[in-house]
């Protein structure tokens, strides 16, 4: 399978996601991979999902249910990613030194599901892991005006387009990895955007006026 490039996640987050696609009635597929390889050597496709998380003995325990499997990951000994476009929820968890990689890809989701997956706020994050240039840009993103954020946005949300459209050309000439790569762009750019916009709280009120309720 195309491995993508995900984004640091949680398990917290993870679980979230897992329950967006249970919420929405939306199916998930799963390729559970060796660390030295891409060939799947477990794979189900378009199964009804389903998220708990368990306390065990040595910590916390995801379980991942797809139609009548279970699959169980201590969040200690994992790490996990996402990537979200704009129609699909990616989920990758990952065993820590270890022998295989779990990948989740959701069917088609529904704007509003989308809109829920990236509204995920309850992230505690420790400021001493920031270097002093991720400090400063956080101040500085911190001290931008409403037009400011608009504009950015928009010329975010510019290159989406544009690289949604290199997307489909490669599709359509049979350039598959291309086309992914394209995809996976549109992905992060409409995170970046969506992030930078709810930020900023005069942007949430206009934009998002019942985010701010």
């Not at 890809?105 to 704007?111: A, C, F, G, K, L």
């Not at 920031?130 to 001290?143: A, D, G, H, N, T």
């Not at 992060?188 to 709280?201: E, F, I, M």
Request: aromatic share 10%; with cysteine; glycine share 8%.
């Amino acid at each position: 399978m195309t491995n993508y490039k995900m984004i640091e996640s949680s398990a917290v987050e993870v679980m979230h996601l897992f329950e967006v696609m249970k919420t929405y009635g939306v199916t998930c597929s799963l390729e559970l991979t060796r660390a030295k390889g891409n060939d799947p050597f477990i794979g189900s496709a378009g199964v009804n999902v389903d998220v708990e998380c368990l306390e065990g003995e040595d910590g916390d325990v995801l379980v991942v249910k797809l139609g009548e499997a279970e699959f169980a990951f201590d969040t200690e000994d994992h790490t996990f990613g996402k990537l979200v476009s704009d129609r699909q929820i990616m989920i990758s968890i990952v065993e820590k030194d270890g022998e295989y990689a779990a990948w989740f890809d959701s069917d088609i989701v529904t704007p509003e599901g989308i809109e829920e997956a990236n509204n995920y706020t309850d992230i505690i994050v420790d400021t001493g892991v920031f270097s002093e240039e991720e400090k400063e840009l956080i101040y500085f993103l911190r001290s931008l005006e409403f037009d400011d954020v608009l504009d950015a946005v928009s010329g975010i949300e510019y290159e989406v387009d544009q690289s949604k459209q290199k997307a489909a050309i490669n599709l359509r000439e049979g350039n598959q990895r291309n086309a992914q790569a394209f995809d996976e762009r549109v992905a992060r750019l409409t995170q970046l955007a969506y992030l930078l916009g709810k930020a900023n709280r005069e942007y949430v009120e206009h934009i998002y006026p019942d985010m701010g309720e």
